[in-house]
Every structure is written in structure tokens, then in C-alpha cells.
């Protein structure tokens, strides 16, 4: 029999169900568009971190500030692959 109480508009757990799957296909289309830039990203830290070893560096001070400058950049890799989720 039917319930006088019902309204025949849609249930709210139906509501919610349909908001989160297209907030989940929003985050998911992000995520995807971001991969290419981080991919960028983390081509541009290993050309960076290429060209720094490759620089011979006579002065101590100098090597140092390079060294330096390498371990963040390897660090940055390492953020990145994070963001990536790998």
C-alpha cells in the first residue's frame, strides 16, 4: 500500500550518492590532467640535476652550494613522485 508520508521526489541518500560520484569524477579528471605537469615537472629536476653534474666546479665554496643544490633537487623529485602517488 502506499504511504501518504512518501513524497515521490528522490530519496536524499540518492542525492548524496549522485554528488559524490561526480565530485569523485571531477577530483579523478584532475588528478589525470595534473599528471602531465608533474611528469613535466619531474623531467625538469632530472635535466636540472644532469646539468649540475656535469659543471666542474675548481672552488670548494662553489662545490658545495652544487652539491647542495642537487640534494634538493633530488628531494623535489622524490615530492613529486609523492604527488604523483608512485
Given amino acids: 500500500m ?3 508520508t512518501r513524497t515521490r ?3 536524499r541518500s540518492t542525492l548524496l550518492v549522485l554528488s559524490l ?6 577530483v579523478s579528471g ?3 590532467a595534473g599528471d ?3 611528469d613535466d615537472a619531474n623531467a625538469s629536476t632530472a635535466k ?3 646539468l649540475l653534474k656535469a659543471v666542474p666546479s ?10 647542495k643544490a642537487i640534494d634538493l633537487l633530488t628531494r623535489a623529485q622524490g615530492e ?4 604523483k602517488g608512485e
Fill in 48 to 50: 636540472a640535476i644532469a
Fill in 36 to 38: 602531465t605537469r608533474l
Fill in 21 to 26: 560520484a561526480i565530485a569523485a569524477a571531477f
Fill in 58 to 67: 675548481p672552488v670548494a665554496e662553489l662545490d658545495a652550494h652544487r652539491k
Fill in 2 to 4: 502506499l504511504d501518504p
Fill in 9 to 11: 521526489g528522490p530519496r
Fill in 30 to 32: 584532475a588528478a589525470w
Fill in 80 to 83: 613529486i613522485l609523492k604527488a
